[in-house]
């Protein structure tokens, strides 16, 4: 069966693999790919399955078919490194002043028949007020956590 992908290190790039491979600083994740990459080189000779290299660098068959696709066709800095984001997924709703109205809608008086407020409670004052169009609980929760308020 003929293979999509083959890996043919250059003794330079072996050396810095195993550089890495051993540096303290690089992540678990760097390292299992290390791993992967040293165990499928062609230059070594015979190298075992997929199935093997997957179950000798503790990673699943998956992982080591991409991680030899991202070597042949990103390259070997592309592959032995986390991708970053251009930008965030999603802009935060909650602006400074928002935030600060937030908080200061928490430190206030509980409406009436309320002994104290609740992350619910907050949620639909926030809405009523129109401080945001909507928001989600866990929004106006990680923002009070931020701050290190408790509404107890």
Not at 53 to 77: E, H, M, P, W
Request: with cysteine.
């Amino acid at each position: 069966m003929n293979k999509k992908y083959e890996i043919r290190l250059e003794p330079k790039e072996r050396e810095w693999i195993e550089q890495l491979l051993h540096a303290d600083s690089t992540s678990p994740g760097i390292r299992r790919r290390c791993l992967v990459l040293l165990l499928s080189d062609e230059n070594q000779g015979a190298i075992p399955k997929q199935t093997e290299i997957a179950s000798r660098s503790g990673v699943s068959n998956v992982t080591v078919f991409y991680t030899v696709k991202d070597y042949c066709t990103r390259g070997l800095q592309e592959t032995l490194s986390y991708r970053r984001r251009a930008e965030p997924a999603r802009p935060s709703p909650i602006t400074g002043e928002v935030e600060a109205r937030i908080i200061a809608l928490a430190c206030s008086e509980p409406p009436k028949g309320y002994a104290r407020w609740t992350i619910r409670l907050l949620t639909r004052r926030v809405i009523e007020l129109n401080i945001l169009e909507s928001v989600g609980r866990e929004t106006i929760r990680t923002t009070l956590k931020k701050q290190n308020l408790s509404l107890t």
